[in-house]
């Protein structure tokens, strides 16, 4: 049960990767932009968890469904995956709201 939370979170990055694709929301439009986005948004939200527990203001939580494994003091190893998740989810709205519109020629159904 120590990986429920882990499994999850990587289905989800998968289904951002499957929409992406489908939509070409952020990599299939510019994979390289999309990529130093994407690690830069990482890197801040884990240097911003890192201030927080360093003044005590973030805890790891205990629950089942952890691995228990952590990458530094109560920085658990799902969190990266988390971040990764929250900021291609970002990415994706993005890539979705400032999409083109798509024009119908006479003959299509709209």
């Known amino acids: 049960m120590g990986l429920l939370y882990l499994a999850?979170?990587?289905v989800s990055l998968f289904g951002m990767t499957v929409l992406d694709r489908r939509f070409s929301l952020f990599f299939c439009r510019d994979?390289?932009?999309a990529a130093i986005v994407l690690v830069a948004g990482v890197a801040f939200f884990v240097v911003w968890d890192l201030f927080g527990i360093g003044t005590?203001?973030?805890f790891r939580g205990e629950t089942d469904f952890m691995t228990g494994l952590q990458?530094?003091?109560e920085l658990p190893v799902e969190e990266p995956f988390f971040l990764a998740l929250l900021s291609y989810l970002t990415m994706n709205l993005y890539g979705a709201l400032t999409r083109r519109p798509v024009r119908l020629s006479k003959g299509d159904a709209p």
């Open 71 to 73: 990458v530094a003091p």
């Open 31 to 33: 994979a390289r932009r």
């Open 8 to 10: 999850a979170l990587l």
């Open 56 to 58: 005590g203001i973030f």
